[in-house]
């Protein structure tokens, strides 16, 4: 048997302003300071125990040892997830609440989706072309909007469209936000839900139809396990669940735009889609970029792991950004290089800028591969159906910004859909 090793501890009363402060990089940070890839520290009040690294990701994802009810504090559910929605669930409930996401997944739901956002930036590209400037940030999440709510069957006005696309976009924004930004976030959710939950009513009162391979008629009509529908407000924020994660793609989106423009000889290989290196490019803006900082769970009873003790109930952290940018998985992990994915193994707990693990049975993100198109999809357009000017701005990204956005949100001008280029087509 291991003898038990003192974990690594910091002495504080409470880190919570230091993780404001240092926001992606608060546990990469001191993983590297205490050369250990867990270290116990007190946040918001409590205990906590901080993980990084594919061991600790495997670790983390052990259904046996971790729980993620009341691991994400109300704060958080009120603005970004949603309160009591799939994040928060465990065992048997989880797997039939992510039985119903998994279900709109399917390789034939993702072709149509692709095939909508490609319809829906060709009509961004012709807005574009009467604009002197515009900002890809605000743009792509409305564009991104329109398409997801086509897909899940959510009725596009638009009069509405921008200021619905906003309020998604702003339920993102609180995540890791104090003061304005938070307050503006919950806000969105409460018009957002109150929006859906009264389209919910209405389909069940047959008022309104959606197609029965939607998103909006699943979550309408779903039934618990104990055979009950859901609640109408609970169904809104499922829904909602399905729309913003695809309209926070805009961040990825921006950050695409951003490797193009630092990393210009990409276009060419990228024209020839040489290798598969569309795909390359997508997962090393996914690995290189600062999207998820860190994930919470909680300890459901007393183990060991490498020699340190985990206590039931106590908080602990897996760090994202830290794992996807950790020299021992990743040579050279500050430089873009999409080539690294060429022999890259597939790994479910390395690259886990959405999580890790199992898509199915546990907690990685069921949209995670309409992610990974939608992105295909929007770089191809970028790439190969565009000519625009980037002017001078700051693209520069703060790790203490969560999440992360560049302060210009990447502004263009004199956007051209280039001639002789066909309609793009989904992945």
């Known amino acids: 048997m291991t003898q038990n090793e003192p974990t690594p501890q910091e002495h504080t009363l409470d880190n919570s302003l230091?993780?404001?402060k240092d926001g992606y990089d608060f546990i990469f940070k001191r993983r590297r300071e205490m050369d250990s890839d867990i270290f116990q520290t007190r946040l918001l009040g409590q205990k906590a125990i901080c993980i990084g690294g594919k061991e600790a990701a495997e670790l983390f994802y052990d259904t046996s040892k971790f729980k993620r009810s009341g691991a994400i504090p109300k704060r958080i559910q009120k603005s970004l997830f949603g309160v009591d929605a799939i994040q928060t669930l465990d065992g048997d409930a989880?797997?039939?609440?992510?039985?119903?996401?998994?279900?709109?997944?399917?390789?034939?739901?993702?072709?149509?989706?692709?095939?909508?956002?490609?319809?829906?930036?060709?009509?961004a590209a012709h807005r574009w072309e009467q604009l002197e400037e515009l900002e890809l940030f605000g743009?792509?999440?409305?564009?991104?909007?329109?398409?997801a709510c086509r897909w899940a069957g959510v009725p596009v006005e638009e009069e509405t469209a921008r200021q619905r696309a906003d309020d998604m976009g702003d339920m993102v924004e609180a995540f890791g936000a104090v003061g304005p930004r938070h307050a503006a976030g919950r806000r969105a959710r409460r018009r957002t839900e109150d929006w859906l939950e009264g389209y919910i009513l209405d389909l069940r009162a047959g008022e309104v139809k959606a197609p029965e391979d939607t998103a909006a008629y699943a979550m309408a009509f779903h039934r618990d396990l104990q055979d009950r529908e859901l609640d109408a407000r609970m169904a809104?924020?499922?829904?909602?669940?399905i729309v913003r994660p695809i309209v926070a793609i805009g961040r990825y989106v921006v950050f695409s735009a951003i490797a193009l423009h630092e990393h210009p000889e990409y276009r060419v290989k990228l024209a020839a889609d040489e290798g598969k290196y569309r795909q390359w490019f997508v997962q090393e803006t996914r690995r290189y970029y600062p999207?998820?900082?860190?994930?919470g769970a909680s300890v459901i009873h007393d183990f060991t792991w490498q020699g340190h003790e985990f206590e039931e109930g106590t908080m602990v952290l897996l760090?994202?950004?830290?794992?996807?940018?950790?020299?021992k998985l990743w040579e050279e992990p500050d430089t873009f290089r999409p080539e690294r994915f060429e022999h890259w193994s597939g790994s479910p707990f390395d690259l886990i800028p959405q999580g890790g693990g199992d898509h199915r049975g546990g907690h990685r993100c069921a949209g995670e591969w309409l992610t990974?198109?939608?992105?295909?999809?929007?770089l191809e357009f970028m790439a190969n159906r565009l000519e625009y000017e980037v002017p001078e701005q700051d693209l520069g990204l703060s790790l203490s910004r969560m999440p992360a956005l560049p302060e210009s949100r990447f502004v263009m001008k004199n956007v051209?859909?280039?001639?002789?280029a066909g309609a793009v087509s989904g992945v």
Do not use: C
């Not at 409305?142 to 398409?147: D, F, I, K």
């Not at 990974?372 to 929007?378: E, F, N, P, Q, T």
């Open 139 to 147: 743009e792509s999440q409305e564009l991104l909007y329109r398409a």
């Open 94 to 123: 989880h797997r039939h609440r992510k039985a119903l996401f998994m279900s709109l997944m399917s390789r034939e739901r993702l072709d149509v989706f692709m095939e909508l956002l490609a319809q829906e930036w060709e009509a």
């Open 18 to 20: 230091a993780l404001l």
């Open 236 to 241: 809104a924020i499922e829904l909602i669940n």
């Open 416 to 420: 051209r859909r280039k001639r002789g």
């Open 291 to 295: 999207f998820t900082p860190f994930l």
């Open 319 to 327: 760090d994202i950004y830290g794992t996807t940018h950790d020299p």
């Open 372 to 378: 990974i198109d939608a992105m295909a999809v929007s």
